[in-house]
């Protein structure tokens, strides 16, 4: 497992402990309490990332980014979704500009 990619590593963890007893795992205790409630701490790591950033803070932006991909692999799982998804939707995203992307989404 020492060449698996540490996010994919993390991710097979946090689908383990989804399950678990919120009295023991802290992603049981999370998805125990619902997807807002996850949604709600992915949003929480955010905003302390930008201010990590804001204040030129790298190993503060390091952390909370830490903090941020743990969660925001949390609230993937919770949903059923995984990074594989994301990567696809990275790679559909391949060679397009933000600028086209962003305006071929829905309104």
Excluded: C, N
């Excluded at 999370?30 to 949003?43: D, E, N, T, Y």
């Excluded at 952390?63 to 594989?84: C, M, P, R």
């Amino acid at each position: 497992m020492a060449d698996t990619d540490p996010l994919d590593q993390l991710q097979a963890v946090i689908r383990t402990r989804l399950g678990g007893d919120p009295a023991t795992s802290y992603v049981a205790k999370l998805h125990h309490r619902g997807r807002a409630k996850i949604a709600q701490k992915v949003g929480e790591e955010a905003v302390e990332a930008v201010i990590a950033a804001i204040a030129d803070d790298r190993e503060g932006l390091v952390a909370e980014s830490a903090d941020l991909l743990f969660h925001l692999l949390v609230l993937l799982a919770d949903a059923g979704l995984s990074l594989d998804d994301v990567r696809a939707e990275l790679q559909r995203r391949e060679g397009l500009s933000g600028i086209a992307e962003k305006a071929a989404r829905p309104s």
